[in-house]
């Protein structure tokens, strides 16, 4: 009902009541008198209007619970980013460690063709015409070479002098000696060899009791 309306329900209802308009009046007359007398007034039905102050809050505490979401999926990023970066870490090393292995299977089985290259070198033959030292001349050179990719896979001899050490010597035989200390190798039988730090087979020896 509009405020017009209103008014004039009121001055109608007045009117009922009383059975006439005060003396002199019309009815406009007495509409406009209702409203200066404040009797008629709009309803205010508008929602109020929040102040500067309850929206900065608002604002503020929206902004808060954005920067807690915000904070809780970084965390969770970084956790992730994190476990991945493990993950690919733990397989890059275990791949490195399957590689070595595999490696050392490989020399380890390589090491008798070694042995007797040496073998056979040690026990040639000096009375050998010029034809022959040259054909003996190249298996030096393909010894050298096997040698060289040994040592490039990171095979290198176990000094196999001095104190023996278990981790690295294997005692065959153990005798009396003048001059050398109890406990020091004598002889080496073989040769011992390590694949970056860790020991293929230990050197075979002769050691003083």
Same mark, same amino acid.
């Given at each position: 009902? +509009?405020?017009?309306?209103?008014i004039?329900? +009121?001055?109608?209802?007045t009117?009922?009541?009383?059975?006439t308009l005060p003396a002199?009046? +019309?009815?406009?007359?007495?509409m406009?008198?209702?409203?200066?007398?404040?009797?008629l007034v709009e309803? =205010?039905?508008?929602? #109020?209007v !929040?102040?500067?102050? %309850?929206?900065i809050?608002?604002l503020?505490? %929206?902004?808060?619970?954005?920067k807690v979401?915000? *904070? =809780?999926?970084l965390?969770?990023w970084q @956790? +992730?980013?994190a476990?991945a970066?493990n993950?690919?870490?733990r397989?890059e090393?275990?791949?490195?460690? %399957?590689?070595e $292995?595999?490696?050392?299977?490989?020399i380890?089985?390589?090491? !008798?063709v070694? *042995?007797d290259?040496?073998l056979?070198?040690?026990?040639m033959p000096?009375d /050998?015409?010029?034809?022959a030292?040259?054909?003996v001349?190249g298996? $030096?050179q393909i010894q050298?070479? /096997?040698?060289?990719i040994?040592e =490039?896979?990171g095979v290198t #001899?176990?000094v196999?002098?001095?104190?023996f =050490?278990p981790?690295?010597?294997?005692?065959?035989?153990s005798e009396?000696?003048?001059?050398? !200390?109890s406990?020091?190798?004598?002889d080496?039988?073989r040769?011992?060899y390590?694949?970056?730090?860790r020991? &293929?087979r !230990?050197a &075979?020896? @002769?050691?003083?009791?």
């Amino acid at each position: 009902m +509009t405020q017009e309306n209103t008014i004039e329900s +009121t001055v109608e209802s007045t009117v009922e009541s009383n059975g006439t308009l005060p003396a002199g009046q +019309t009815l406009e007359e007495q509409m406009n008198e209702q409203v200066g007398a404040g009797v008629l007034v709009e309803e =205010d039905t508008s929602e #109020p209007v !929040p102040s500067d102050a %309850e929206i900065i809050e608002q604002l503020r505490v %929206e902004l808060a619970a954005e920067k807690v979401r915000a *904070d =809780d999926m970084l965390d969770k990023w970084q @956790r +992730t980013l994190a476990e991945a970066q493990n993950s690919r870490r733990r397989q890059e090393k275990q791949l490195a460690e %399957e590689l070595e $292995r595999a490696s050392a299977r490989i020399i380890r089985r390589l090491l !008798p063709v070694v *042995d007797d290259f040496a073998l056979a070198l040690q026990n040639m033959p000096t009375d /050998l015409d010029s034809s022959a030292v040259s054909w003996v001349e190249g298996f $030096r050179q393909i010894q050298k070479k /096997l040698g060289s990719i040994m040592e =490039d896979e990171g095979v290198t #001899p176990i000094v196999a002098n001095g104190e023996f =050490d278990p981790n690295q010597h294997e005692a065959v035989t153990s005798e009396a000696h003048d001059s050398i !200390p109890s406990g020091h190798i004598i002889d080496t039988l073989r040769t011992g060899y390590e694949h970056k730090g860790r020991v &293929l087979r !230990p050197a &075979l020896v @002769r050691v003083v009791e």
